[in-house]
């Protein structure tokens, strides 16, 4: 236990009243070194607090390294188209985690056709994130492989096969600076203001910028904390729309939304869904219904598939369960042009 000042005074001051002390130590010289001891006293208990400094320190700096070891993404692809048709196949495709034995996905054969859209369904931990993070290659099959109109994944440059996809996920990437910045973030920056102001109108984002003091100019904080998450959520679809990519992933996208932004950003999300190839994460009645194709999803394993009437004509289905589990409640209580969320995750 750490003494404090005062008391390390009072011993000091009963040791110098005492008869020795008044025999070998001078009243000058006593005060000297009373005065030296209270004038230590403010650097010590700074001393005692760089614990805590250092300890943040090495914290840090143990972040920075694990960063810095880290083994680069594989890119020995050397093809670079300058727009792929969109078409991409799964052929036999399993996955499992470095140092993990479990397949999170096994023998996935799933075919996403050019200008389609395919909506995975699914229990929570059923592999339906998973598999999406496979397409931009943010990891690697364990098996199998993907085919992106013919050739391997692993054939394109990592940089021209992402250039290729847009991603827009439950979490929105933002930083401290201008609307208009972060919608040009990534690949975007030589596009011109009126390109970025139209992409914000098609994904009814400038309903909320005109409405913002400085319009597209306007700061909006670290991590865009200056907006709703519907506002963020119209600036990631703007992001998207901006890119104009031929292959589109939807994961989650709305899930943490309320009814009414929820309507603002499907209205976006309509528009960025037309002529793309779509990987919804399914996450609205409506999406699911309007599908090309719906893929139900169960420990890693494609069960069931076809289109949404099919699947809920079929006697003790997966997908029958989980609609009547699910979505029923929003179909009841909602039209279909109306918000219908799920808490479904991968």
Do not use: C, W
Not at 19 to 25: D, K, L, S, Y
Not at 90 to 115: K, Q
Not at 141 to 164: F, K, M, T, V
Not at 190 to 203: H, K, M, N
């Amino acid at each position: 236990m750490q003494r404090s000042p005062l008391r390390a005074d009072l011993l000091l001051l009963l040791v110098a009243a005492s008869q020795f002390m008044r025999n070998e130590v001078s009243a000058g010289i006593f005060m000297s070194v009373l005065a030296a001891m209270v004038a230590t006293i403010p650097p010590l208990k700074r001393l005692t607090n760089m614990h805590v400094l250092i300890q943040k320190g090495i914290a840090a700096a143990e972040s920075i390294y694990d960063v810095l070891d880290r083994r680069p993404e594989p890119d020995e692809g050397d093809e670079m188209p300058g727009r792929v048709d969109g078409e991409v196949r799964f052929e036999g495709v399993g996955f499992s985690y470095p140092g993990h034995d479990r397949r999170v996905l096994e023998d996935i054969d799933l075919v996403l056709e050019r200008g389609t859209v395919t909506a995975l369904v699914g229990r929570s931990g059923s592999g339906k994130t998973t598999l999406a993070r496979l397409l931009p290659r943010f990891h690697a099959p364990s098996a199998g492989r993907i085919l992106l109109d013919g050739r391997d994944l692993a054939e394109y440059d990592l940089d021209a096969l992402r250039r290729q996809i847009a991603l827009v996920g439950q979490q929105t990437v933002l930083f401290d600076d201008s609307i208009e910045a972060n919608i040009r973030y990534g690949q975007l920056a030589d596009a011109s203001r009126a390109e970025v102001e139209d992409a914000a109108r098609q994904a009814h984002a400038m309903e909320f910028i005109d409405q913002l003091p400085d319009g597209l100019d306007t700061r909006i904080g670290a991590a865009g904390v200056q907006l709703s998450g519907g506002q963020k959520q119209r600036i990631a679809i703007a992001r998207a729309l901006l890119k104009n990519a031929p292959i589109l992933i939807l994961d989650e996208a709305t899930s943490a939304l309320d009814a009414e932004s929820e309507q603002a950003v499907q209205r976006g999300m309509k528009r960025l869904m037309a002529d793309r190839t779509t990987l919804v994460i399914a996450h609205r009645l409506t999406t699911v219904e309007r599908a090309d194709q719906v893929v139900v999803m169960d420990q890693g394993r494609i069960v069931e598939r076809g289109r949404h009437e099919d699947l809920l004509a079929r006697p003790d289905g997966l997908y029958q369960h989980l609609y009547h589990a699910q979505f029923r409640e929003d179909a009841d209580g909602e039209s279909v042009d109306g918000p219908a969320s799920t808490s479904d995750s991968a």
